[in-house]
T-cell receptor, first 111, second 114 residues
Framework: RKEVEQDPGPFNVPEGATVAFNCTYS??????FFWYRQDCRKEPKLLMS???SGNEDGRFTAQLNRASQYISLLIRDSKLSDSATYLC????????????FGSGTRLSIRP | GAVVSQHPSRVICKSGTSVKIECRSL??????MFWYRQFPKQSLMLMAT?????????EQGVEKDKFLINHASLTLSTLTVTSAHPEDSSFYIC??????????FGNGTRLTVT
């Protein structure tokens, strides 16, 4: 079982829809969490950090559930430009800090 | 603007040659830099983690003698693909951070070995 798991998708939704992704992590030593987006043939870019209390940035809302060990990303009023792969990233610290990537969830927004 | 600069963005080389890729943090000191490889339609795969002034830690299955990593300063790490072969053709991406800050990525290097 992978340490960080995501539904690979693809999610194909109409413009204006609300879409949500989950990401589960298995190591309870995980400390910090992020969502990145990656466009085709480009490098990942930070979308938002995920805080324990949940946080919102415009149409994007991220939440963390430590008890169930998952994070989520909600996109409201989706735009065509939201089409990308969304990567869940977990930073854990045991003997050393380590960044773990999920394999990504592909999102396609259709007109 | 970009906080991590990666160079070159694209390189084509002949089989058997070596290729060096540079990764620079522009406005912060990168205590840790990471190197990834990504094949088409696949996820990022971590190759190695490097801390300034110490040897890189390679992930299982990554040959350290083939992928030489140097992190001699807090703003520069290099990845050298030695004796490149066509199967090394891939998208190589570096990332850097300062302690627990989010990762910042370079814009990647597309390597094609003919």
């Amino acid at each position: 079982r992978k340490e960080v798991e995501q539904d690979p998708g693809p999610f194909n939704v109409p413009e204006g829809a609300t879409v949500a992704f989950n990401c589960t992590y298995s190591n309870s030593a995980s400390q910090s969490f992020f969502w990145y987006r990656q466009d085709c043939r480009k490098e990942p870019k930070l979308l938002m950090s995920v805080y324990s209390s949940g946080n919102e940035d415009g149409r994007f809302t991220a939440q963390l559930n430590r008890a169930s060990q998952y994070i989520s990303l909600l996109i409201r009023d989706s735009k065509l430009s939201d089409s990308a792969t969304y990567l869940c990233v977990v930073n854990r610290y045991s003997s050393a800090s380590k960044i773990i990537f999920g394999s990504g969830t592909r999102l396609s927004i259709r007109p | 603007g970009a906080v991590v600069s990666q160079h070159p963005s694209r390189v084509i080389c002949k089989s058997g040659t070596s290729v060096k890729i540079e990764c620079r943090s522009l406005d912060f000191q990168a205590t840790t830099m990471f190197w990834y490889r990504q094949f088409p339609k696949q996820s990022l795969m971590l190759m190695a983690t490097s801390n300034e002034g110490s040897k890189a830690t390679y992930e299982q299955g990554v040959e350290k003698d083939k992928f030489l990593i140097n992190h001699a300063s807090l703003t520069l790490s290099t990845l050298t693909v030695t004796s490149a072969h066509p199967e090394d053709s891939s998208f190589y991406i570096c990332s850097a951070r300062d302690f627990n800050s989010p990762l910042h990525f370079g814009n990647g290097t597309r390597l094609t070995v003919t």
